[in-house]
T-cell receptor
Framework: GAGVSQSPRYKVAKRGQDVALRCDPI?????LFWYQQALGQGPEFLTY????????KSGLPSDRFFAERPEGSVSTLKIQRTQQEDSAVYLC????????????FGQGTRLTVV | TQLLEQSPQFLSIQEGENLTVYCNSS?????LQWYRQEPGEGPVLLVT?????EVKKLKRLTFQFGDARKDSSLHITAAQPGDTGLYLC???????????FGTGTRLKVLA
């Protein structure tokens, strides 16, 4: 597709449930980022992939969060045993090159934990 | 932890007015970006500035990067209702690949 695609757009999970959020980056883009955005705030960095390698996962808030990009294209962010504080919009972005280059964002997945 | 502070946090103005949004940090950035985000959408890149003192114009929007590369401003001339949205600055430090986002400025332009 022409842009970054994320699915699902909305997800409601019961507390304790596991969820998986998918990101389809722009074809050929080397870099892929996941961000978490709380209501009314700026996005906060979660993790970064360069192709299939996860080079930085320093922003993942706990070991319940796990991200992968096994073939260097599609990425999945998994949250185990969801908690109410996990409720947020999860944004995926990709960029063509490594380093500080233009990143294109998807529409995000809004996760609500009830 | 947010390293970039934006001001004002909220701004509501009438169509045709001018406004300036500020983005400040104690850190030096190798590049700084401005995004606009509309409800239910991801941020959309407006501009990237990389040189201290750099000024870039995008129609009615003027972006400036501070001489010391620690701060930036966005000036909108003759604001339109279509300018309504969340404006985010994001900075990257030399040798890193991730952008740290600011706290955001929510702008509402009334017709």
């Amino acid at each position: 597709g022409a842009g970054v695609s994320q699915s699902p757009r909305y997800k409601v999970a019961k507390r304790g449930q596991d969820v998986a959020l998918r990101c389809d980056p722009i074809s050929g883009h080397v870099s892929l980022f996941w961000y978490q955005q709380a209501l009314g705030q700026g996005p906060e960095f979660l993790t970064y992939f360069q192709n299939e390698a996860q080079l930085d996962k320093s922003g993942l808030p706990s070991d319940r969060f796990f991200a992968e990009r096994p073939e260097g294209s599609v990425s999945t962010l998994k949250i185990q045993r969801t908690q109410q504080e996990d409720s947020a919009v999860y944004l995926c972005a990709s960029s063509e090159f490594t380093g500080n280059t233009e990143a294109f964002f998807g529409q995000g997945t809004r996760l609500t934990v009830v | 932890t947010q390293l970039l502070e934006q001001s004002p946090q909220f701004l509501s103005i009438q169509e045709g007015e001018n406004l300036t949004v500020y983005c400040n940090s104690s850190s030096v950035f190798s590049s700084l970006q401005w995004y606009r985000q509309e409800p239910g959408e991801g941020p959309v890149l407006l501009v990237t500035v990389v040189t201290g003192g750099e000024v870039k114009k995008l129609k009615r929007l003027t972006f400036q990067f501070g001489d010391a590369r620690k701060d930036s401003s966005l000036h909108i001339t003759a604001a339109q209702p279509g300018d309504t949205g969340l404006y985010l600055c994001a900075g990257a430090t030399s040798g890193t690949y991730k952008y740290i986002f600011g706290t955001g400025t929510r702008l509402k332009v009334l017709a």
